[in-house]
């Protein structure tokens, strides 16, 4: 009865640390806290800029590399996005896929 109660244990270990594990799309337990707290980081650079509206930007970060998306009124706003997110501790890479805002 003890043996059986021990493979059941490994077993459900097993499958618990096989949850969580990475894979080629799907980050670790680990990796989605550590992409958590850069994604804080860079909204909180935002935030504290006043060059950039925090509001109108998107942050994803999978793996330490950011995506930028969302809209800013210059040229310049989109550049300072993407200075302070490069900047940011644990930041690999940055993508800018933000727009300029329509004029009219």
């Known amino acids: 009865m003890i043996d059986r109660r021990r493979a059941v244990a490994a077993l459900a270990l097993t499958a618990v640390l096989a949850a969580c594990s990475a894979t080629p799309t799907r980050e670790s337990t680990g990796e989605y806290i550590d992409d958590s707290v850069i994604t804080t980081r860079v909204k909180s650079a935002f935030v504290s800029d ?47 896929d933000m727009r300029l805002k329509s004029t009219q």
Do not use: C
Not at 55 to 70: C, K, M, N
Not at 75 to 96: C, F, H, M, W, Y
């Open 50 to 96: 006043k060059a950039v509206d925090a509001l109108d930007i998107t942050v994803e970060t999978f793996r330490g590399r950011v995506q930028l998306s969302g809209y800013a009124d210059t040229p310049e706003q989109i550049d300072r996005a993407v200075e302070l997110a490069r900047n940011v501790k644990g930041v690999k890479s940055v993508t800018n």
